[in-house]
T-cell receptor, first 114, second 115 residues
Framework: TQLLEQSPQFLSIQEGENLTVYCNSS?????LQWYRQEPGEGPVLLVT?????EVKKLKRLTFQFGDARKDSSLHITAAQTGDTGLYLC??????????????FGTGTRLQVTL | KAGVTQTPRYLIKTRGQQVTLSCSPI?????VSWYQQTPGQGLQFLFE???????NKGNFPGRFSGRQFSNSRSEMNVSTLELGDSALYLC??????????????FGPGTRLTVL
């Protein structure tokens, strides 16, 4: 059974600070996704990474996929209150890379205050 | 493109009843998967359908079942509801088979409460 560890579980910071969330697995991912979820809503896809060492940027968010494809990180620069939410990493281990069966991390609950 | 839609958004049932949830994927997406989200267990994979065939199945009892129609719309059914089935049920669609490795994309979910 693949396990996906996410850290930290909770993060409370002030607006303008930087933060990094980590996602680690004991197995190699075929692809990895990062989502953000608001209470009572479905997860919203932020990024999909598939290549070891890949770095993707989405405005103030930077996503990195480890060279060995066993870990990933999400870095937010100058956090804003609108970044508040539950951040979830999710990986697929399907060798076909279809990304249709995800294993989710436990999530990082981020609170950004003024 | 319109996103993934799920109906109903909220549902209240009593123990022993059965329930059917519906999902319409993003146009052109042929893979539909279902997940259960609870505070204690997080997000867990239920099953995935592709071209009307179940391709993957998670570790849930046989009371949980699903199907997919020729237009890629999907339904999931839970029979003999238990209190522990109270959860947010999420549907996700993927552009599998298109060569586009991205997603899956989730719908807003159906909040099921079992009394």
């Amino acid at each position: 059974t693949q396990l996906l560890e996410q850290s930290p579980q909770f993060l409370s910071i002030q607006e303008g600070e930087n933060l990094t969330v980590y996602c680690n697995s004991s197995s190699v991912f075929s692809s990895l996704q990062w989502y953000r979820q608001e209470p009572g809503e479905g997860p919203v896809l932020l990024v999909t990474v598939v290549t070891g060492g890949e770095v993707k940027k989405l405005k103030r968010l930077t996503f990195q996929f480890g060279d060995a494809r066993k870990d990933s990180s999400l870095h937010i620069t100058a956090a804003q209150t609108g970044d508040t939410g539950l951040y979830l990493c999710a990986g697929t281990y399907d060798i076909t890379g279809t990304a249709s069966k995800l294993t989710f991390g436990t999530g990082t609950r981020l609170q950004v205050t003024l | 493109k319109a996103g993934v839609t799920q109906t109903p958004r909220y549902l209240i049932k009593t123990r022993g009843q059965q329930v059917t949830l519906s999902c319409s994927p993003i146009s052109g997406h042929r893979s539909v998967s279902w997940y259960q989200q609870t505070p204690g267990q997080g997000l867990q994979f239920l099953f995935e359908y592709f071209s009307e065939t179940q391709r993957n199945k998670g570790n849930f009892p046989g009371r949980f079942s699903g199907r997919q129609f020729s237009n890629s719309r999907s339904e999931m059914n839970v029979s003999t509801l238990e209190l522990g089935d109270s959860a947010l049920y999420l549907c996700a669609s993927s552009p599998v088979g298109t060569g586009w490795v991205v997603g899956p994309f989730f719908g807003p979910g159906t909040r099921l409460t079992v009394l």
